[in-house]
C-alpha cells in the first residue's frame, strides 16, 4: 500500500478496489473513466483520522507537494478527477471527485481552503503548522526543504460514493 498522495497503479487491480469502483461506475453510469487509489497522511493512524473527517462532511479538500506527481511522471490532479481513498489498513472506502485544484506558495493559502481542509480547529494557523510539520517530515526523508514558499497542490473535492457519504448532488 502506499501511504500519502501517491498512486500505486497495482491498487486499482485490487478486487476490494474494483468492486468499489464499479458499484460507483454501474449508479452513475460511468462507460470510462481512470482513477487514482491512495490513503490520506504518512501513517495508518493519520489515514484513518482524515478519512473520518471525510466521513463526517468537515475535510473537502487535501494537500499535497507537486513533486509527490512530477516525480513519478504523473499529471497534477484536474476538476473532474477521480480517487479512492484507502482507509490505514489499505482497504478501499470511499471514491472522491475533484472540483477545484489550483497550485500556489503554502504562504498564499487562504482561511476558506484551510477550513475545508477540515484539520484541527480548521484555522489558517493550524493548516499551516499541521502541513509545515508534515511536508518537513516528507522532506526529511527525501532531501528537500519547505517553507512558506514551497508550491502545493490545493485540491477541493466532494465524496460521490458510497452513497451514505455521497455529498448532495454527486450522482446528478
Not at 526543504?145 to 514551497?150: L, P
Request: aromatic content about 10%; hydrophobic content about 45%; glycine content about 8%.
Amino acid at each position: 500500500m502506499t501511504i500519502g498522495i501517491l498512486v500505486n497503479d497495482d491498487l486499482t487491480k485490487n478486487p476490494a478496489v474494483r468492486r468499489l469502483w464499479n458499484a460507483y461506475a454501474t449508479a452513475a453510469s460511468l462507460k470510462r473513466a481512470k482513477f487514482t487509489v491512495f490513503s490520506l497522511g504518512d501513517s495508518a493512524e493519520l489515514a484513518d483520522e482524515l478519512l473520518a473527517l471525510v466521513f463526517a462532511g468537515i475535510k473537502r479538500a487535501r494537500t499535497s507537494l507537486p513533486r509527490e506527481f512530477t516525480a513519478k511522471g504523473w499529471p497534477l490532479p484536474k476538476p473532474g478527477d477521480f480517487s479512492i481513498i484507502l482507509d490505514g489498513a489499505g482497504v478501499p472506502r470511499c471514491i472522491i471527485r475533484a472540483v477545484h485544484v489550483e497550485t500556489k506558495p503554502m504562504g498564499d493559502v487562504d482561511e476558506h481552503f484551510a477550513w475545508e481542509n477540515g484539520g484541527g480547529d480548521r484555522s489558517l494557523a493550524w493548516w499551516m503548522s499541521a502541513h509545515t510539520r508534515y511536508f518537513r517530515r516528507q522532506g526529511a526523508r527525501e532531501g528537500f526543504a519547505v517553507d512558506k514558499d514551497t508550491e502545493v497542490v490545493l485540491e477541493r473535492f466532494q465524496v460521490v460514493w458510497p452513497p451514505e457519504f455521497a455529498d448532495r448532488h454527486a450522482l446528478d
